[in-house]
């Protein structure tokens, strides 16, 4: 069992506040992703977390025991950075058994783990390289390598694919999922890249600004954001936001944004007329029609990517973007006609940004 409780942890440096008291669940073999932008506290959390900085207040709790006090080897956590943090002069082998040298593990433990752990990782053959003589992902998978040699309840992982290109990140994506679904260790993984989140986590935690803004399952954050923030930053392409007001016409509820009105869906007839709202829309909730009872869009720009376009375009006075399966003929300049899928409307209130209440 590795159950993981932050209880109002809170980090000051000085009079800089980085982290508000927050409290936080990581359940007994969860893969829990910690997501946002620069500065926003995700990795403060996870030093703490791995003894690596000293709490401001508050507790952490391993399996209900109280561990702020116990140094970094105490712990039973161990931590892979986004360097690597691999020793140059020992070799792949040696780097592996470190921590178990200096925990005084006997020889014959030592390589019956570090030889386990290569073979799932593939490293076998780089066991008497030193560390210049790998790639990055190389050089990755030994730092996941001398993490697992050491059993630990908790595995922390700080960003550590920012460094490799995307084809890499990819690979080595997929198997740090299938080493968590191998062997069900509790998992706290801080990165900014929301399609890491998505496709790792079992849970998600959005920070911003050394607070937690959204916690949940990943699709279940996807599809009822929680605020304004929330939904720009899960989802690529970032959902559209149109700023507008709840307006009746001919006795139908829509939003009114600039030029263009659209009908809101029934789960949202408890929105108040007159109301500030913004209207947000996926990138995939639109499609292309001969014609619309709405204004034609004007692309600016638009990339294919071979299966995927996304368009960039001027819509009712708004920047839009519109991600359209295949390939579309269209050039910069055009008038295009937009049918968005109005049941996939998402609503926030103008003024603080939050999620309005469906019926």
Known sequence: M???????VAKRYGKQRVLNPLDLIIPDGSFTVLVGPSGCG?????????????????????DKQKINDLDPADRDIAMVFQSYALYPHLTVAENMAFHMQVMKVAKAEQHSKVQQAARILAIEPLLLRYPRELSGGQRQRVA???AMVRNPKVFLFDEPLSNLDAQLRMELRAEIKALHQQFKTTTVYVTHDQIEAMTLADQIVVMKDGDIVQQGEPLAIY????????????GSP????LEGVITDRQGRRGVACGTLWLQLPAKWRLAAPDSRVILGLRPHDFRLAEQSEHPAAE????????????LHLNWGGF???VQLAGRVDAAAGQPLWLAPNLDAIHLFDAASGKRLSES
């Open 144 to 146: 996941m390598g001398r």
């Open 223 to 234: 599809d009822a954001p929680a605020d304004t923030f929330v939904a720009r930053f899960i």
């Open 238 to 241: 970032p959902m559209n936001l």
């Open 319 to 321: 920047r839009l973007h």
């Open 2 to 8: 590795a159950r993981v409780e932050l209880v109002q």
């Open 299 to 310: 692309l600016r720009v638009m990339e294919v990517t071979g299966d995927v376009s996304l």
């Open 42 to 62: 995700k990795s403060t959390l996870l030093r703490l977390l791995a003894g690596l900085d000293s709490l401001s207040g508050g507790a952490i709790l391993l």
